[in-house]
């Protein structure tokens, strides 16, 4: 049993430091290496003709001061928080050369009883040896109290075993062999359950670290996602800005009265621009005039060469006003990266709703893509896009109160409504793009 339990312990103390990487552990799990490795061959000596012999020689209590001495190296050594070597080698080795020696001065040197010194000399030189190496144990750094007393208790307790065995002497009597067998499996369990619990704890700190990873690099992904939100409406509207004032540079048929517009179209564009640019501010619904809106984003695609279809409505909504400009956009845009060649927006009321439909004459949505179309990256063999817009478009609807859908019953191309809040009478002005 004492055997092994200790080979229990050394191998809860290794996985526990492969886990953690705490050098105290891997100079625990020596130090009950040393002490499994003697229980094993003192365990496989009771099987031979020589066991009568081995019970309270004044030789084996020799090996035993020189086995605490050296399970007092090891517990030094796993206070200073560092190791070099393989200290599981080192604390076999140690088992080893203290087992075989065991078994060398059984065979070979005369047999003196260790109860010739007298118990009181014996329990002093307990005294003096397990004491401090118990106390090391018990004071490990970065071992919590309570696990490093059970391994000092265990330490102790097979100590105690050994000092029954040699006040017993060779003559063997129940209450000493009772003392020594109990000592000794108590000593074997305490050892065990210290390593049981700071493998139990070296998991669980593991899977802490594995939350707070996953946490981590969820917040980072996140933000990656933002920022290539932002970039993306960047990149479109930049797109408008340009092609619109390239319009109004070197077409010198325009109208002055679409010129005002495309002004209008291209200041309203560059306040919206700044404000991505910007750090975004979490500000509440205003009214906004989807006329204004649309008007200006139809404008912005006109310019890039995108015909595009659309009545004024009156209509007016309750939400942000570069929000609605941006799942607007979104919209436009791929109307105009997957038709053929016209987009057309409807503007219709539905309860206490405003729903923007946009339509395309494309190919339309594969099937395969229908279901993840407003996930992330979502996008069909046919795309050019990076997956993102419509999951972007989804997302600032439905924080805004509203909704985003693939509209039905379309015979070509593809159809999309966004549902934004009725502005209520009363409510103030609507707001402004610039």
């Known amino acids: 049993m004492r055997g092994p339990a200790a080979v229990a312990a050394t191998l809860c103390f290794y996985v526990a430091w492969r886990i953690s990487a705490k050098p105290q552990l891997i100079w625990l799990a020596a130090v009950s290496a040393a002490i499994a490795v003697q229980a094993v061959l003192q365990s496989g000596l009771q099987l031979t003709d020589i066991s009568h012999e081995y019970g309270g020689s004044l030789w084996l209590a020799l090996f035993d001061v020189v086995s605490l001495a050296l399970i007092a190296q090891l517990s030094v050594a796993a206070g200073r928080r560092s190791h070099c070597g393989d ?113 139990r704890m070296a998991i669980v700190e593991e899977d802490r670290d594995r939350d707070r990873l996953r946490l981590r690099v969820d917040e980072l992904e996140n933000g990656l996602r933002i920022d290539r939100a932002r970039i993306h409406e960047i990149n479109s509207t930049i797109a408008g800005v340009v092609s619109a004032s390239r319009l109004l540079r070197e077409d010198p048929t325009i109208g002055s009265e679409r010129r005002a517009l495309l002004d209008n179209m291209v200041h309203a564009e560059l306040g919206r621009l700044q404000r991505l640019l910007n750090e975004p ?14 008007g200006n984003l139809v404008l912005a695609q006109e310019a890039r060469g995108n015909r595009v279809s659309w009545l004024p409505s009156g209509a007016r909504v309750s939400a942000e006003p570069d929000a609605v400009a941006e799942v607007l956009n979104i919209l436009l845009d791929n109307a105009a990266k997957h038709g053929c060649s016209d987009t057309s927006v409807t503007v219709t009321s539905v309860a206490d709703a405003i729903e923007v439909v946009v339509s395309d004459d494309g190919p339309g949505i594969e099937p395969e893509v229908r279901q993840h179309l407003f996930e992330w990256g979502a996008r069909g063999a046919r795309s050019r896009g990076q997956g993102i817009g419509l999951h972007i478009a989804r997302d600032l609807t439905a924080r805004h109160g509203g909704y985003l859908r693939l509209g039905e019953g379309t015979a070509r191309g593809a159809t999309f409504v966004a549902g934004f809040p009725m502005a209520r009478r009363g409510e103030d002005e609507p707001a402004h793009l610039a």
């Open 281 to 294: 501010v979490v500000s509440g619904p205003g009214v906004v005039d989807l006329d204004d809106t649309i």
């Open 87 to 199: 200290p599981i080698m080192l604390g076999v080795l140690v088992g080893l050369g203290l087992g075989i020696g065991r078994i060398l001065a059984v065979i070979f040197l005369p047999r003196v009883d260790a109860n010739v010194l007298g118990w009181p000399v014996l329990v002093l030189g307990f005294l003096l040896l397990a004491v401090p190496v118990t106390l090391l144990l018990t004071l490990l750094p970065d071992v919590p109290a309570w696990v490093s007393a059970r391994m000092g208790a265990g330490v102790l307790l097979y100590g105690m075993g050994h000092l029954a065995s040699y006040i017993d002497g060779s003559d063997r009597s129940t209450v000493g062999s009772v003392v020594t067998l109990v000592a000794g499996l108590n000593g074997a369990l305490f050892l065990a359950a210290a390593a049981a619990a700071m493998l």
